[in-house]
């Protein structure tokens, strides 16, 4: 290697930056980590320092040209590499003037670079001449004392080796001189002023103290190159034990070196305290700082690592861990390999500094993977929760084994996540993941108990609602008692079933009885609703029941109406059967208790009529309430108030059935005296032809005969839907019988008065009293204007007593009206 030397700091105090860098550059310093060795000399300017350096150490410092002078030739400081010597060694050429060419009172600079070679320097050569030693004002005696002084500004200053060479020597013995000059360096280093720290500090604990004589160069330059060689080998390995330089402390990488000793001149110019120890920790601070966040920028563009962060994005990674550790561990370790050489305390505190932040860049994809993971254990939870339940098992026991499965699957698959670098751990991840799976295994029983639930509900309405129709269908004294089988048997059967499904699921005992609670009030409600929805067709079936017994016989066959039936009865008996139906439906039997409602409906709407008949008093409406006493309001269907309007418009709606079948019955009497009537006016003109015959010269027989046929033509007339009573005995009866009922006299009076008669024979006698009177009521009698038998449909009435009325009315109006013609 070449020597490259350049000027570090000129006569002005100005510091060389960018020759300073190129030398670094050019001498490769920042490969040497701790293996160099910084030489700096002192002495009067026209000592002969930088011949001495560049014979030593092979430097091409600028010397004195003898011919032009002696004048001052190296200004400031000059810094060179020596080529040949190991390890690297540094010199500096350090001309601070003296006090003639400076200024006797000027002594800034030389201070300052003093404090800078002893700042940065790790040997100190001091070049002196032989005739100076014992002179007390020699150039070399104030230079010492300033080195002593400026040490004390270093707070906490560091053992160096002080080499001083002495040029020129005579014939005194080396011994002698080292030896008085060793004298008057201790007489130096007393009289300096110390700090109250060091008062007691001996020379020997902060310098090493060597002393090296040279001949004149001039008068014996071969024995000065033979000094000059053993010298130079002095410097051979200096920084090893025992070496010039074996017990430094406290010393900076060689890559540092620029930046310290810009940062040491600056301090050094402003002219502050230089604490070198905290200088050097401050040093190692900003350069760790600097390659930490050279690592961490390194970091976040490497390419495995975004990778590796990429592939987080779309799910779990397998060995996210192994992996992150690796990549950290190799940036980790180029930052201990770069900071090798600091301070092992600030290098330190730079490694957890780098480390935490590369976790920080870490952390976010750490956080996706452990969600991933959550995910993940959450979905095998709910799998084989699943097949637990498809498989039969218990749900209880299903949550206990499948939550302890997936918790231990969690901690087992965390384990490869987990980055050893950092403190993170599972446990909130853990904990989360555990009230999760609790959510979703509270939420996933609900959800089996509603379906358990609904199902359950469903049979019990498949079972009730339909089932129960017939049995409306079909009301009659046994309806509720069936009903009331048939959900109690319901009940049961669901109930078993429901408690055999729901011991897998370990509920309490509230919880259980209220989910039974809850089935018996469903099927309640369907019964209830059922029967509720059926009541709404109550008029129809109240008609329908009506007919049923109306129109049938005891034998449940088609009625055939001959004539002869008792209407009346059939009609009181067909209201009593759909009365019964009424009360069936008046309100809701589940429980096995006995009502009157059925006899209260009988004696207010059916019984009453002959009551009111009998006798005229007013009773309380037993109907006029809104609640049956024995039924609750909730289980009521038909309140008695409805009923009573019910029935009412019952009886409005059957009546023309009524007298629809009276006048079909009148219709059939007066067809059957029809055709009785004309064989017996056969029967009658062939007998009176006889008696002609036999008497056809007797007038006056002639004139009874005449006489007799008139009458009973007229009477048969008259009366004709009574003829066929007339005739059920003799003949002969019948005839004298109808005689017996004929108005003769009277009759025959205003006939023979009117004689031809009117046009349609003589006008029909006025209802008789018997028609009307049947037609009264408890308020005394009301007339009604006769109602030919063939209408079909009569005016209605609001109440039973006025059917009964048209009904007697209706037979009394049979017994009087004349035959129509």
Not at 28 to 56: D, F, H, Q, T
């Amino acid at each position: 290697m070449e020597c490259c030397e350049t000027q570090l700091i000129d006569g002005d105090g100005n510091f060389n930056v960018s020759g300073l860098d190129h030398f670094v550059k050019t001498v490769r310093l920042g490969e040497c980590g701790l293996s160099y060795v910084v030489v700096a000399i002192m002495g009067p300017s026209i000592s002969g320092k930088s011949l001495l350096l560049n014979k030593i150490f092979q430097t091409n410092f600028r010397e004195m040209d003898a011919f032009k002078g002696r004048t001052q030739t190296s200004k400031g400081i000059w810094i060179a590499n020596s080529p040949g010597i190991e390890p690297c060694t540094i010199v500096m050429d350090l001309d601070y003037g003296d006090r003639r060419e400076r200024g006797e009172d000027d002594t800034v600079f030389e201070r300052q670079t003093t404090l800078f070679a002893l700042a940065v320097s790790d040997i100190i050569l001091i070049n002196m001449c032989c005739h100076d030693i014992c002179r007390e004002q020699a150039a070399d005696k104030p230079l010492l004392k300033t080195i002593f002084q400026v040490m004390m500004r270093l707070f906490c200053p560091r053992k160096m080796t002080l080499l001083f060479v002495i040029c020129d020597k005579t014939n005194t013995a080396s011994e002698h001189l080292e030896l008085v000059l060793r004298e008057d360096i201790q007489r130096i280093w007393d009289s300096v002023a110390k700090p109250e720290a060091h008062k007691s500090t001996a020379l020997n604990e902060l310098f090493h103290v060597e002393v090296f004589t040279f001949p004149n160069y001039e008068e014996r330059e071969e024995q000065f190159n033979e000094q000059v060689n053993l010298l130079r080998n002095q410097f051979m390995h200096s920084i090893a034990s025992g070496g010039l330089a074996g017990d430094r402390g406290g010393v900076l990488p060689a890559s540092e070196f620029s930046f310290n000793s810009q940062h040491m001149w600056k301090v050094i110019k402003e002219n502050r305290e230089l604490d070198l120890p905290s200088h050097k920790v401050m040093i190692a601070t900003i350069r760790c700082e600097e390659i930490a966040n050279e690592k961490l920028s390194l970091f976040a563009s490497d390419e495995a690592w975004l990778e590796l962060s990429e592939a987080v994005k779309s799910g779990s990674v397998v060995g996210f861990g192994q992996n992150v550790d690796s990549i950290l561990d190799a940036y980790l370790a180029e930052y201990d390999e770069e900071t090798t050489y600091f301070d092992e305390g600030v290098r330190s505190t730079g490694r957890k500094l780098l480390q935490a932040n590369l976790l920080k860049l870490v952390h976010p994809s750490f956080r996706a993977v452990l969600k991933h993971l959550h995910s993940k254990s959450l979905k095998k939870f709910t799998i084989a929760l699943e097949q637990s339940l498809i498989a039969g098992r218990g749900f209880a026991s299903s949550v206990r084994n499948c939550t302890q499965y997936s918790l231990l699957q969690f901690d087992q698959d965390f384990s490869g996540l987990r980055v050893k670098h950092s403190d993170w751990d599972a446990s909130r991840s853990h904990e989360k993941l555990r009230l999760n799976i609790e959510a979703h295994a509270t939420s996933s029983r609900s959800t089996k108990l509603s379906e358990l639930i609904a199902y359950y509900k469903k049979q019990l309405t498949e079972e009730l609602a339909q089932p129960i129709e017939p049995f409306f269908d079909n009301a009659d004294q046994s309806t509720w008692v069936s009903i009331r089988k048939l959900y109690n048997r319901s009940i049961e059967k669901a109930l078993s079933e429901f408690t055999n499904t729901l011991s897998g699921f370990e509920l309490d005992s509230t919880d259980f009885d209220n989910l039974k609670m809850d089935l018996k009030h469903h099927a309640r409600d369907v019964v209830e609703n059922k029967s509720r929805e059926e009541t709404g067709k109550i008029l129809t079936r109240l008609k329908d029941r009506f007919l049923d017994v109306f129109d049938r016989d005891n034998d449940s066959l088609p009625r055939v109406w001959t004539g002869k039936e008792d209407i009346k009865k059939i009609t009181k008996d067909s209201r009593i059967a759909a009365l019964k139906v009424l009360s069936i439906f008046a309100g809701i039997r589940l429980d096995e208790k006995v009502d009157q409602i059925e006899s209260i409906l009988n004696s207010a709407l059916i019984d009453t009529l002959t009551a009111n008949e009998k006798q005229n008093t007013t009773l309380r409406d037993p109907l006029s309430s809104n609640i049956w006493e024995e039924i609750p309001p909730e289980n009521t269907l038909i309140s008695p108030s409805q009923c009573k309007s019910l029935w009412k418009k019952f009886l409005k709606e059957t009546d023309f059935i009524v007298y629809d079948k009276m006048s079909i019955e009148g219709a059939l009497r007066r067809k059957k005296v029809m055709r009785f009537f004309s064989w017996n006016v056969i029967a009658l003109s062939i007998i009176i032809s006889l008696v002609c015959m036999m008497s056809s010269r007797n007038r006056l027989a002639i004139q009874v005969v005449s006489i007799a046929v008139f009458m009973v033509s007229n009477t048969l007339r008259i009366r004709r839907h009574n003829i066929t009573r007339q005739f059920e005995h003799v003949m002969v009866a019948g005839f004298l019988s109808i005689l017996s009922r004929s108005r003769f006299t009277p009759r025959f009076s205003r006939r023979a008065h009117q004689h031809g008669g009117h046009p349609h024979g003589f006008p029909a006698e006025p209802i008789n009293a018997e028609a009307t009177a049947v037609c009264g009521t408890s308020k005394g009698p009301r007339l009604r204007r006769a109602v030919p038998v063939t209408a079909r449909h009569p005016p209605h009435q609001a109440s039973p007593k006025s059917s009964t009325c048209d009904y007697e009315f209706l037979k009394a109006h049979s017994r009087t009206q004349p035959p129509q013609t």
